[in-house]
Nanobody, 124 residues
Framework: QVQLVESGGGLVQAGGSLRLSCAASGRAFSSSAMGWFRQAPGKEREFVAA????????VYADSVKGRYTISRDNAKNTAYLQMNSLKPEDTAVYYC?????????????????WGQGTQVTVSS
């Protein structure tokens, strides 16, 4: 089992940066793929980025490619999402998720553990 807690959200001006952290408990973290998703008011939860168990492979949504970077530190049981050049349309609750299946996935159904989310608000 994996329990996830996100932190690092907040209010930032357009063009600014934030780094989200996802602290995991449980032995399964180092063998789990990790993903970040986001959900804006009135919209579906959407994929943002994912990283495989070793950190050697990553995948990004087109909307964040070149601006966001996902990473992980298995020694610290933590995944990160560095967000640069933020835009107002990036405003959402951001969720981290873990996939014990170990595969690099972009769909919600592939992830079996979820955090509670952290709010990111980008002002124009």
């Amino acid at each position: 089992q994996v329990q996830l807690v996100e932190s690092g959200g907040g209010l930032v001006q357009a063009g600014g940066s934030l780094r989200l952290s996802c602290a995991a408990s449980g032995r399964a973290f180092s063998s789990s793929a990790m993903g970040w998703f986001r959900q804006a008011p009135g919209k579906e939860r959407e994929f943002v980025a994912a990283i495989n168990w070793s950190g050697g492979r990553t995948v990004y949504a087109d909307s964040v490619k070149g601006r966001y970077t996902i990473s992980r530190d298995n020694a610290k049981n933590t995944a990160y999402l560095q967000m640069n050049s933020l835009k107002p349309e990036d405003t959402a609750v951001y969720y981290c998720a873990a996939s014990s299946y170990g595969v690099l996935a972009t769909t919600k159904v592939r992830y079996n553990y979820w955090g509670q989310g952290t709010q990111v608000t980008v002002s124009s």
